[in-house]
């Protein structure tokens, strides 16, 4: 079993920052990739970021120059520093493990952006 918990949520302005943690142990085996998805209230789940155990960095074109993932290895946690931050990056966000044996999902946590 995976297990994978998330942290760093919450209530920011319009142009505030946060910093997401998400933290996996357990039986991995094979760590692919740590991603971070966003799903926004009555839309589906959304890639924001990935970075694959090579370092190669995937983000979402609504992210990019704002965002940045980051990952610990020796402690298989990765981060996402948000910055200038804006309404419409409101969501529950996710952090998703791939392993050589499958997927394994956090609960989320809330970001909400409002003045």
């Known amino acids: 079993q995976v297990q994978v918990v998330e942290s760093g949520g919450g209530l920011v302005q319009p142009g505030g920052s946060l910093r997401l943690s998400c933290a996996a142990s357990?039986?991995?085996?094979?760590?692919?990739?740590m991603d971070w998805y966003r799903q926004a209230p009555g839309k589906q789940r959304d890639l924001v970021a990935r970075?694959?155990?090579?370092?190669?960095?995937y983000y979402a074109d609504s992210v990019k120059d704002r965002f940045t993932i980051s990952r610990d290895n020796a402690n298989n946690t990765v981060y996402l520093q948000m910055d200038g931050l804006k309404p419409e990056d409101t969501g529950v966000y996710y952090c998703?493990?791939?392993?050589?044996?499958?997927?394994?999902w956090g609960q989320g946590t809330q970001v909400t952006v409002s003045s």
């Open positions: 357990g039986s991995i085996v094979s760590l692919y990739a």
């Open positions: 998703n493990v791939l392993t050589g044996r499958g997927t394994h």
């Open positions: 970075i694959f155990a090579s370092g190669t960095i």
